[in-house]
């Protein structure tokens, strides 16, 4: 075991714990070493959980019952599977210190300087170079500028520094997610005529930080989809592809009705003059806006064709007052100007005409729309009048024989309840099995829905499952890697039975500390025997002296004393004294 403890030890002073050079093993440990021991590698291990732990011992008994309880929890939670409570740190046993310490050894992380020597992966290799480079620079100490060497002017200086300054860039990809899948013609100018990344930038400055936005970007859209998609992409029963789909309609939708809603709505055509003037305005600011379009929005092509068709249409009244002795190129810049003043105060003429337009359109349609309500109200009066008059008038007609129409509305009336009653009666038979399938489609569709429920609720568990195994796959995966490239790496000329005689030493070390074991604990159990054995005959001889004493009755000491000394001989142990001095005498 004093391999073991000096392994323990040394992985001790590399968390950081001061133990004294004169503590080679888990005995000579203290109850404060050990406290401080496990409070240092709980704080390596799980910074939280250590960080609320003190390392030294307060000298109250609750304070320290109540450190060891933590400490013991915090055992505990790490996945510690043997016995532990405060007993274990206060009234500590060398194997159990021994077993929580090695336990607390192996969980603690590996210092990236052991196995810095040891061949991994590109990724892992990169951060230590970057971490290593760091940790120079920072080592180097700050130097006034005057003071500077080159080569520290090139690290502490700011010539090195340069903005972050982001640029978007297009990447290729294979689908799009609004649309499904890419259009050939795209690929085509990703594959052909798309420039790469470092070609797309103004300044090679811009490449990091606009490939760090870029990537930031994409991630949050990724993480954006995936939590959409579980919250409600699944609850919609649809594809992803659908899904994309039916959120381009919906918002093209809101698109529209907001445009909708944003110009005026001129509703059913009204007719009458209003009407004719209404229509006459829309279609001369359509007018307007197409002119209005055509001029904004032509290219350069358009804008010159335009313009030599006015210029041909024009008279040329204006060109022949110009003078003869100027050039071609003056004459052409003046007439280009004369177009641009013409074609700008036309414009601006067409600007204002759509905007006195538009004013007018909405005068219009707050009075088109109080003249329709109003027209509507006076329908519904009409509408009333109308019925009251008729009944009124029916009521006129029957009035010269009164009493046969009474009769005869008597009697339609009768016939009507009569008819009212068998309708009911019929509705009563097609209404129960009605109800009764209404219940059961209901029950059924219940049913549906607590299935597709739970089977949507299995599928989110699932999707969580999947995850959790790619990533214990991807970590089982890059460890095997790791243990790969150690097992490598490791010298192939060890002799094995160097290892072989240590483990045979320590195997016959714990054989003969289990030789020493054993036959203390036959001594102890001997020793045990003896001291029953012992109390037996104490307590048999406390029996025979009560007896004695209360034998004899009331009566001097004297004759308590002689019959006592007849019977002296027969006790393991010499008489007391006191009691029988003729014995004591002669024992003497």
Not at 226 to 246: F, I
Not at 405 to 431: G, P, T
Not at 550 to 570: I, R
Request: with cysteine; proline share 6%.
């Amino acid at each position: 075991m004093e391999e073991v403890d000096k392994i323990l030890i040394h992985s001790l002073r590399l968390s950081g714990m001061d133990i004294p050079d004169e503590v080679q093993s888990i005995r000579e440990f203290t109850t404060e070493l050990i406290v401080e021991a496990v409070v240092r590698c709980l704080r390596v291990i799980n910074p939280s959980v250590g960080a609320s732990l003190s390392h030294i011992l307060p000298p109250g008994m609750s304070a320290r019952f109540r450190i060891g309880m933590s400490m013991a929890q915090a055992c505990q939670d790490l996945g510690y599977q043997g016995e532990v409570g405060y007993q274990t740190f206060l009234y500590s046993s060398e194997p159990e210190i021994r077993r929580l310490l090695l336990f607390l050894v192996e969980k603690l992380p590996r210092d990236a300087s052991e196995d810095g020597s040891q061949a991994v992966g590109k990724s892992t290799s990169l951060h230590r170079a970057i971490a290593a480079t760091v940790k120079e620079q920072l080592a180097v100490p700050w130097v006034p500028p005057t003071c500077r060497t080159p080569c520290l002017q090139l690290l502490q200086g700011s010539c090195l520094l340069k903005k972050f300054q982001a640029r978007p860039l297009v990447l290729p990809r294979e689908s799009e997610p609004s649309f499904g899948k890419m259009p050939q013609e795209r690929k085509d100018y990703f594959v052909e005529f798309l420039p790469p990344v470092s070609a797309q930038l103004p300044r090679p400055t811009s490449l990091a930080p606009s490939l760090l936005e870029r990537n930031v970007a994409d991630l949050s859209a990724a993480q954006d989809w995936e939590n959409e998609w579980k919250s409600q992409g699944l609850g919609s029963r649809m594809t992803p592809e659908e899904y994309h789909q039916w959120k381009h309609q919906r918002l093209q939708r809101r698109l529209l009705d907001q445009l909708h809603q944003a110009c005026p709505q001129t509703g059913p055509a009204p007719q009458g003059a209003t009407a004719r003037d209404l229509n006459q305005l829309l279609g001369t600011f359509s007018a307007g806006q197409e002119r209005a379009g055509a001029l904004a929005k032509g290219s350069r092509f358009t804008h010159t064709q335009h313009l030599a068709y006015k210029q041909e249409v024009e008279p040329t009244t204006q060109i022949q007052t110009l003078p003869i002795s100027r050039s071609p190129e003056q004459e052409l810049q003046e007439r280009q100007a004369a177009e641009v003043e013409t074609l700008e105060s036309e414009l601006g003429r067409l600007v204002g005409q759509i905007e006195e337009l538009e004013g007018q359109m909405a005068t219009l349609g707050l009075t088109l729309t109080q003249v329709e309500g109003e027209v509507r109200q006076r329908q519904l009066g009409a509408t009333e009048l109308e019925q009251t008059l008729r009944v009124k008038g029916r009521t006129v007609e029957l009035l010269p024989d009164a009493e046969n129409n009474m009769a005869k509305l008597q009697v339609v009336v009768e016939s009507s309840a009569q008819r009212i009653i068998q309708l009911a009666a019929q509705w009563e038979k097609h209404r129960v099995p009605l109800i009764q399938e209404f219940r059961e489609l209901k029950a059924l569709h219940d049913s549906k829905e607590l299935e597709s429920s739970r089977r949507l609720s299995e599928i989110r568990e699932l999707h969580e499952r999947i995850r959790s195994a790619a990533d214990e796959a991807k970590r089982k995966d890059d460890l095997y890697k790791q243990l790969l490239l150690e097992l490598e790496s490791l010298p192939k000329d060890v002799s094995r039975s160097a290892y072989t005689q240590r483990i045979l030493e320590i195997v016959s070390n714990i054989r003969k500390q289990k030789e020493e074991i054993t036959k203390i604990l036959s001594d102890t159990k001997e020793l045990q025997k003896e001291i029953n054995s012992l109390t037996g005959k104490l307590d048999r001889t406390f029996a025979v002296t009560d007896e004695l004493i209360f034998k004899v009755g009331p009566g001097s000491l004297e004759s308590v004393a002689e019959g006592g000394e007849q019977h002296w001989g027969q006790l393991p142990f010499p008489p007391v004294p006191f009691l029988f001095p003729s014995a004591g005498r002669q024992a003497r």
